[in-house]
């Protein structure tokens, strides 16, 4: 059973190539605005399983999503769907992680990220922990989000919140920032770009740090080996 679910998760990786692509590109992202718009009342659900799956496939870039809700529902109501798709993402995530076990996580995690990480598992104030990496732009959100589902020690309806409200600022601003370029009210934008730059600056150094232990952690072993 568990083989089947990731040989499932690898082929879903694939068929999402084409979307991947899209997103990836500027004139991909019109594509999906057009596309979306073209659903009418379904549109806002297509947005939150789009949020979905780019929590779920991990490879899936997260920053244009964002942007194209701002476009379609504007600022607040795609921040609103936002949220709401990356808590749902993260139930899956946990669920899947719970029933599968290593080999999904596995599947998305690599070994260097899962021992640089360790300390998301069972660490004091685990739960402040977690949400402060996921407040923080520049470290593998969607990656990691795997790694805390499995053998975390927070309660499953704690490590939702903490990481759906943890991604909340930067998902705002990045919306933000985005729909006012869109609408090419770049003072605006600046600002909020302005604000990204700060919170990224803060989720650099945080990242420098995790990476000093990580290495301090890998000489240490290597000396008693």
Known sequence: MAIAVVLICVAVSVAMIPLIRLLSSEAGQQ???????????????????????????AVIPGGPVPIIGGVLFGEW????????????????????????????????????????FDFLKNGKRLELIVFLVFLLPGLPKDALTYL????????????????????????ALTIFAGKNLWDGNYKMALIFLAAMIVLCAAGFVVKKKIDARAKRRAEKEKKYE
């Open 148 to 171: 805390v589902s499995f053998d975390s020690k927070i309660k499953p309806l704690h490590l939702f919140l903490l990481t759906t409200l943890g991604r909340a600022p930067a998902t």
């Open 31 to 57: 594509l999906i605005v057009q596309k979306m718009e073209s659903f009418g009342i379904f549109a806002p659900l297509l947005f939150v399983l789009l949020q979905v799956i780019q929590v779920v496939i």
């Open 77 to 116: 109501g795609a921040l609103a769907l936002c949220l709401a798709g990356f808590f749902l993402g993260t139930v899956l995530v946990y669920y899947l992680v719970q029933w599968v076990g290593k080999p999904l996580v596995d599947r998305f995690v690599s070994e260097k990220h899962f021992r640089k």
